[in-house]
Each structure stands twice: as C-alpha cells, then as structure tokens.
C-alpha cells in the first residue's frame, strides 16, 4: 500500500561411460564435470533462508511478509517499497523524525507559494551526487519529478492529477505550477516515490521502468536485489546524517509463521510486518520478559465498511445508520485484533490534529435502542428485516472473523430486524468489481498515500459526476464502491484544498466529518497498531507517523 526476479538454474548432467573405459577414467570425467557444473552455477537466494542475524556483525537483517513487485520509484505502489525509497533516496521534502513537521530535505527551504496558490518556487541543495557518481541539481529534480508523472506508473495520479508543469528556473531552484491550488500540495513532495533518481540511470517515457534497479541520493545504496533478500549498503558520499550500522538486509518470508520462528531462533534481528495477532501476543509476552524488545507505532491505516448507497436497503439513510449504531468497536478489538488495534470514529485517523470522533458522538458503540429505532423508522421489523450482504476478502482471515463479530452483534441485538449474510470472494475479484455496485457492502482498509486528513476525505468522499438521485457515476466514491453525491460535500472538499489558513481549513474538516457520520457512506471500525520486535542488541528503532522506518538510526552492538 503496493519486481520479479528470475531464478536461474543449472540442471547438471550425469554422463554415462562407455563400455570398456577405466574406473579412473570416469572417475576423472566426473569429478571435472562436477566442479564446472558448480563453478557455473549462478549464486541464488534461496527462498525463505538467512544466515544466522549474529553471524552478521555490524549488519542488521529486517525479517518482513511485505512483497515487492518492482523497485522503480515511479511505478511502485507498496508499503516495503516505499520503505526501501525512504532510505534510498532523497525527496524535496520530509518529516522530522518523530513529528508531523514538513522539514527540508533536498530542497534548501519550505517553498515560496504565490498569491494565487498555483505556483511554488523551490531551492535546492547543491552538495548531492547520486550513487552512480552524477550530480544532482534542478534539472535532475525536474526529471525525477517529470518522469514519475509521464512514464505513468501506478502513483503517477498523485502528481498528475495536480501539477500542470515543472520547470528549472535556475541551476538550484525549480519551479512547479499546479493545475489549481491545493494547500497540502508540499506533504505529496514529501512522498516516497517522489524521491530524485539519476538522469544517467533512467529514461523518460511511457512504461519506461527499471524493476531492478535503484538509483538514488540516499543515505543507503543497493548491493543487491535477490528473490528473497535486498541489501543495502551506506553510501559514503552521502550528503547528510550517515547510518549507525554496517548496512541492512531485508529477508522477506512467504508467511508469518516463517517469520515469527526465524526472529525466534535468532535468524533475523528484527520483526517487521506482518505478524498475526497470536504470533504478536506471544512475541510480547517474551518481550515483558526481557527476552526481546517490543516497540508499539501508532499506524494510520484506517479499517472500514463501505456501504453501498445505491444497493436496497442500504439506499435508506436510516438502515446505514442502524448498522453503525450497534458496531461495538471494543469488542472487536478484543475479539479481532488481540487488543493489538485502536477504536477509530472518524475516516481521518487518530494521528492526526482534525480527528473528530463523529461516529461515537452520534452512535457511540453498541447503541441497541438506536439501532432498533431507526431500523422501526425506515419500516423493518423483526417480521420484516432489512437483509445486508457484508462481502470480505476470502484470504483474509481477520476480515472473517470481523464479518462473523458484526453478525453475531446484529443477532443478538436487534432481534432479527437486521440480518447480515455473510458473503466472500477472492481479492483481486473484489477490486475489479468494487466499482461496479456489485457489492452492497465491503471490508477494506486504506493506506494513505500522503500525510494529511485530505487524503482520508477526499478518495472517500469526492465526486465528479453524479446526482443526489442517481448518486455517483464518476469519481472516487464510484472507485470506492459506495457511490455517494453531495453537492455541499464537493464544495468543502475543494474549499479545504484550496485554504491555506489552518485554523479555516479545520472548520472545513469538522463538517465534512459530521456529515460523514449523517450519511454514512462509510463506517469506521478500527485503526492499525504497528508491532515491531528487535532483539535486545538492537537499538535506534524509531518508526515515524508516516508508516516508515528510518534505518539509519539503526545500530546493532
């Protein structure tokens, strides 16, 4: 939130000798045929296997379930890649470790933002090479910034949807014009994939990818891209705060179990997404121990149902708000998630400065009268139930267990006046239909693309074409599968886009959130805690708002 490799192989052949030849003479032909067969053969990674974490002194191997499907920064769209741009290159901007605060990075100052809003002027540092040697000035910004909009990648929407032109207006200063204004604009130069890339190492151009590759300004360089395991190397003509380590390998295991057993034995130092709840509240029982360590980052991925607004009966208002008033958030934290999650009342996270809890104000949890009330309004009865299909992906076993959880509060509760059937399908069939109303309700999550609450509203809530009546026929709640239209909600969101006075831009936030909890497009379950467990050697281990890990605060001793 998210390359392939292949794998050579050497079949070697057994040859059969001859018929009056010497036992001597066969050995001797095999023995040479061994030895070439072994000579040649390509070193391979082999699948979910690692040296010993302490056999690797001054090294300190990341041990994750997350996959890779490219290393291109312009076409990745996944949470371990995304990870890997973090320490491997350089954006226009980043957070401060530990904070929310939009600080520097390659350029030299936050931007100079016209009247207007549309244009941003940006200095850039002038003491930065690339690994591969080639300096990096404006011009080499430009590109990196041109060619993850024009070779049109899986995030190239970020910026395309936004930026009209870049341009270099100087040796070190560029400058960006923006379709029309958008006050988190600086947070998307803030973005993984938007890191600069060298010139030398990469071309522009429509589906001109480089999967294997990474060439970047970063504090790490890549030693190796394998099938199982990436390496990364400092780079010692790195610019800024050089790595307290000797450099990281990152071995990536088919399944959790895998995981978990090799941190156990000591083949990994580290334990980082994803582990299963039972897995996580045995690793912190050891933990409390003193065994290992265990460290607890507030995430911001959000957990959600879609509701389906064209789909009977969710088209009533009153059922939709019935289905949130008896969600019990508490419970499923402790029935589903271990107690590993956050409670969450809004689509905007926790983490976040316009988190309203609009969904406890209105419903709170469990709010049986409510529910009963509002079903009785809208003409379902316990002899006349209002029936809801909740769909959920069927590889995922958490999502189950939640669809299980909310039909045994429906039961329990509102004495069969609302019947969920529980219903499943395989994900990539889930997503390719989402958008085409078949599904009357869905369990998802969402990983934001950017830090700001914009980017938990406006996917959510925005729509380009549609009506009251007919709802949603192109935008992003068609995309989402909840087809909702509101004129007075379109208008805020281009109104919170455009304001850069924060205090204005909260106001805005507020209403769209209480009008999110009235018309209920969407109900808010839960927010992820992210668990990672190091071995007591490890220090450094400093997880960001951003869902990213800086490895270079890393040490081992």
């Not at 607004?309 to 508490?330: F, G, H, T, Y």
């Amino acid at each position: 939130m998210f390359a392939r490799f292949l794998s050579k192989t050497v079949n070697l052949r057994w040859f059969q000798h001859r018929r009056g030849q010497s036992i001597l003479h066969f050995i001797s032909l095999f023995c040479l045929c061994w030895f070439l067969a072994v000579s040649c053969t390509p070193r391979q990674t082999q699948t979910n296997t690692s040296p010993p974490a302490e056999s690797n002194p001054g090294r300190i191997t990341i041990g994750t379930t997350l996959k890779i499907r490219t290393l291109d920064p312009a076409d990745a769209y996944d949470a371990l890649s995304n990870d890997i741009f973090y320490n491997v290159g350089d954006r226009l901007y980043t957070y401060e470790l530990g904070t929310t605060k939009l600080i520097p990075q390659l350029a030299t100052a936050l931007p100079t933002v016209s009247e207007d809003g549309l244009t941003y002027t940006i200095p850039v540092r002038q003491d930065v090479v690339f690994h591969d040697d080639t300096p990096f000035n404006a011009e080499a910004m430009v590109f990196s910034l041109r060619r993850f909009i024009e070779n049109g990648g899986q995030p190239a929407f970020l910026l395309s949807d936004t930026i009209d032109s870049i341009q270099a207006t100087g040796d070190y200063e560029l400058t960006i014009k923006l379709k029309q204004p958008f006050a988190a604009f600086p947070n998307l130069l803030a973005v993984a994939g938007t890191c600069a890339v060298s010139p030398k190492a990469y071309e522009l151009g429509a589906g001109k990818f480089q999967p294997q590759i990474l060439v970047g300004t970063g504090p790490y360089k890549l030693a190796e891209y394998g099938v199982d395991v990436v390496r990364l190397n400092g780079f010692d003509q790195y610019w800024g705060e050089k790595p307290q380590n000797q450099g990281i390998d990152i071995q990536r295991f088919s399944s959790s179990a895998n995981l978990f057993n090799s941190f156990r034995s000591n083949g990994v130092d580290v334990a980082y997404l994803s582990l299963d709840p039972d897995q996580v509240n045995s690793l912190q029982a050891d933990a409390e121990k003193g065994k290992w360590q265990m460290i607890v980052a507030q995430g911001n991925t959000v957990n959600y149902m879609v509701l389906n607004l064209n789909s009977e009966p969710l088209n009533k208002p009153e059922v939709r708000q019935a289905l949130a008033a008896i969600v019990d958030r508490n419970l499923i934290n402790e029935r589903v998630l271990r107690g590993q999650g956050e409670p969450l009342y809004s689509m905007i996270p926790t983490t976040f400065e316009s988190y309203k809890p609009v969904f406890k104000d209105s419903y709170g949890d469990a709010n049986t009268e409510k529910a009963k009330a509002l079903l009785k309004q809208a003409g379902y009865t316990p002899e006349n139930p209002a029936v809801v299909e909740v769909w959920y992906a069927s590889s995922n076993n958490k999502r189950a267990t939640l669809a299980s959880t909310l039909k045994a509060l429906a039961t329990e509760q509102l004495e069969g006046a609302l019947q969920l059937e529980l219903k499943s399908v395989e994900a990539t069939t889930a997503f390719e239909k989402l958008d085409k109303g078949v599904y009357p309700t869905f369990l998802l999550d969402w990983y934001a693309d950017f830090l700001d609450a914009d980017n938990y509203l406006q996917p959510f809530l925005d729509c380009a074409t549609g009506s009251p009546e007919k709802g949603c026929e192109q935008g992003a709640t068609q995309s989402q599968g909840s087809f909702y239209y509101s004129d007075r909600v379109n208008e805020l969101i281009d109104q919170q886009r455009q304001e850069q006075n924060p205090q204005a831009r909260q106001l805005l936030f507020d209403e769209l959130q209480t009008i999110l909890a009235k018309d209920v497009p969407y109900i808010p379950i839960w927010q992820d805690n992210n668990f990672i467990f190091a071995h007591n050697n490890i220090s450094g281990i400093q997880p960001q708002a951003t869902q990213q890990l800086p490895f270079w605060t890393m040490s081992k001793s």
